[in-house]
C-alpha cells in the first residue's frame, strides 16, 4: 500500500471530525475526502520533506486574503502532521500578537487616527514575535507564553489566558494574512487605492509608515520563515465576500453580538487590508514554495509547488 493510502486511512476520520466542528458542511462527503487526498495529504508529506532537508525546527509562513480559510487549512495540515508523520506542530496565529488596544490608541493619537484598527502592519507586537522566535531556535528549549487576542473586545487577553508551549515543535506555522507581505515603492504608495486612503489618509502617513513597518521590522521577522505557503484568493471582491460568511459564524459562536461586525463595518474594515492584499497576489503567486490557487466557491482549483 502506497504512503499516501496508508496516511489517509489513518487521519480520514480526526479530518472529517474537524471539519464538522468547523461548521463545513457546504460540502459533501465525498468532495471533503477528494480534497484530503488531492489536496492537503500531498502539501503534508512536501512539509514533512523539508523538515527532513532541514534536521532542525522548520518555519512555516502561511498566508492568503482575509476569509480565505487559513485557519482551517493550517488545522487540517497540523492533523496530518502529527498524527501521521508523528511531529510536533505548532500554529502561531499572527493575530493573537496584536498590540492591546490602549497601545493602537496610543498609536492613534501620535502617529495616525487609523492605526486604532487593527489588521495592518505596525499593529502587531514583533518583540513578541521576535522573542517566539528565537526562544523557539534557542539550544536548551523552556517553556513559552504565546498571547492570545479576542477580536470581539478587539483587545489582547490577560497572561492567565496565553498559551504555553512546553516542548520545543519541530514544524512551526506562522498563520496570517500579511505574512510575507513585502513593501511598495513610494510612486505606488503615493496613489490612493480606495476611499478610505483618499479621504482618511491625505497626507499618506498611515500608508507610508506602514510600509517603512514592511521594509524594516517584518522584513526581520519573515528573513526567519523557510518557506511560505500562500492561499492566492481569485479577487478582492471574494475577500469581502468570505468576510461576511466569517463574521456570520463568529457570531453564532459569540454571545456579544453587538460586538460582531455589520456588512458596512466589513466593507471598511477590508479597506485597510486592500493595498497589502493585492500586492501579495502579485508577490507571492511568484515568490511562495507553494500556492493554492482558490476558486470562487472557496475549493482549491491547483497546487503549485516551486520546491
Given at each position: 500500500?502506497?504512503k499516501t493510502e496508508v496516511c489517509f486511512l489513518?487521519?480520514?476520520?480526526?479530518?472529517?471530525?474537524?471539519?464538522?466542528?468547523?461548521?463545513?458542511?457546504?460540502?459533501?462527503?465525498?468532495?471533503?475526502?477528494?480534497?484530503?487526498?488531492?489536496?492537503?495529504?500531498?502539501?503534508?508529506?512536501?512539509?514533512?520533506?523539508?523538515?527532513?532537508?532541514?534536521?532542525?525546527?522548520?518555519?512555516?509562513g502561511f498566508s492568503g486574503g482575509q476569509g480565505?480559510?487559513?485557519?482551517?487549512?493550517?488545522?487540517?495540515?497540523?492533523?496530518?502532521?502529527?498524527?501521521?508523520?508523528?511531529?510536533?506542530?505548532?500554529?502561531?496565529?499572527?493575530?493573537?500578537?496584536?498590540?492591546?488596544?490602549?497601545?493602537?490608541?496610543?498609536?492613534?493619537?501620535?502617529?495616525?487616527?487609523?492605526?486604532?484598527?487593527?489588521?495592518?502592519?505596525?499593529?502587531?507586537?514583533?518583540?513578541?514575535?521576535?522573542?517566539?522566535?528565537?526562544?523557539?531556535?534557542?539550544?536548551?528549549?523552556?517553556?513559552?507564553?504565546?498571547?492570545?487576542?479576542?477580536?470581539?473586545?478587539?483587545?489582547?487577553?490577560?497572561?492567565?489566558?496565553?498559551?504555553?508551549?512546553?516542548?520545543?515543535?519541530?514544524?512551526?506555522?506562522?498563520?496570517?494574512?500579511?505574512?510575507?507581505?513585502?513593501?511598495?515603492?513610494?510612486?505606488?504608495?503615493?496613489?490612493?487605492?480606495?476611499?478610505?486612503?483618499?479621504?482618511?489618509?491625505?497626507?499618506?502617513?498611515?500608508?507610508?509608515?506602514?510600509?517603512?513597518?514592511?521594509?524594516?521590522?517584518?522584513?526581520?521577522?519573515?528573513?526567519?520563515?523557510?518557506?511560505?505557503?500562500?492561499?492566492?484568493?481569485?479577487?478582492?471582491?471574494?475577500?469581502?465576500?468570505?468576510?461576511?460568511?466569517?463574521?456570520?459564524?463568529?457570531?453564532?459562536?459569540?454571545?456579544?453580538?453587538?460586538?460582531?461586525?455589520?456588512?458596512?463595518?466589513?466593507?471598511?474594515?477590508?479597506?485597510?487590508?486592500?493595498?497589502?492584499?493585492?500586492?501579495?497576489?502579485?508577490?507571492?503567486s511568484k515568490s511562495a514554495s507553494v500556492v493554492?490557487?482558490?476558486?470562487?466557491?472557496?475549493?482549491?482549483?491547483?497546487?503549485?509547488?516551486?520546491?
Open positions: 500500500m502506497k489513518k487521519v480520514k476520520n480526526d479530518y472529517l471530525k474537524f471539519l464538522n466542528k468547523e461548521k463545513i458542511f457546504n460540502k459533501s462527503k465525498a468532495a471533503k475526502i477528494k480534497s484530503l487526498k488531492k489536496n492537503y495529504i500531498p502539501i503534508s508529506f512536501w512539509i514533512e520533506n523539508q523538515y527532513k532537508k532541514k534536521g532542525k525546527t522548520l518555519f512555516l480565505a480559510g487559513k485557519t482551517t487549512v493550517t488545522g487540517i495540515l497540523e492533523i496530518i502532521l502529527r498524527k501521521y508523520f508523528k511531529r510536533k506542530t505548532q500554529t502561531i496565529s499572527i493575530d493573537n500578537f496584536y498590540k492591546t488596544l490602549e497601545e493602537r490608541k496610543k498609536m492613534s493619537r501620535n502617529i495616525h487616527p487609523l492605526f486604532k484598527t487593527r489588521g495592518v502592519p505596525g499593529t502587531h507586537d514583533v518583540n513578541l514575535i521576535k522573542k517566539f522566535i528565537y526562544f523557539v531556535k534557542k539550544n536548551k528549549f523552556k517553556k513559552i507564553a504565546i498571547p492570545k487576542f479576542d477580536k470581539v473586545s478587539d483587545d489582547r487577553l490577560g497572561r492567565k489566558f496565553w498559551f504555553n508551549i512546553t516542548k520545543r515543535p519541530e514544524i512551526v506555522i506562522i498563520e496570517g494574512w500579511c505574512v510575507g507581505a513585502k513593501p511598495q515603492s513610494n510612486s505606488l504608495i503615493s496613489k490612493p487605492i480606495n476611499i478610505l486612503e483618499r479621504f482618511e489618509d491625505k497626507g499618506m502617513f498611515w500608508r507610508k509608515y506602514v510600509n517603512q513597518q514592511l521594509k524594516t521590522e517584518y522584513k526581520k521577522i519573515f528573513s526567519k520563515i523557510d518557506h511560505f505557503i500562500f492561499m492566492r484568493v481569485p479577487n478582492f471582491k471574494m475577500v469581502f465576500k468570505w468576510r461576511l460568511l466569517q463574521e456570520s459564524k463568529l457570531r453564532k459562536k459569540s454571545h456579544f453580538y453587538k460586538k460582531i461586525m455589520s456588512y458596512s463595518e466589513i466593507k471598511r474594515f477590508i479597506m485597510f487590508y486592500q493595498r497589502i492584499t493585492l500586492q501579495m497576489i502579485k508577490d507571492l493554492m490557487l482558490l476558486k470562487k466557491n472557496h475549493e482549491i482549483k491547483k497546487i503549485i509547488f516551486r520546491t
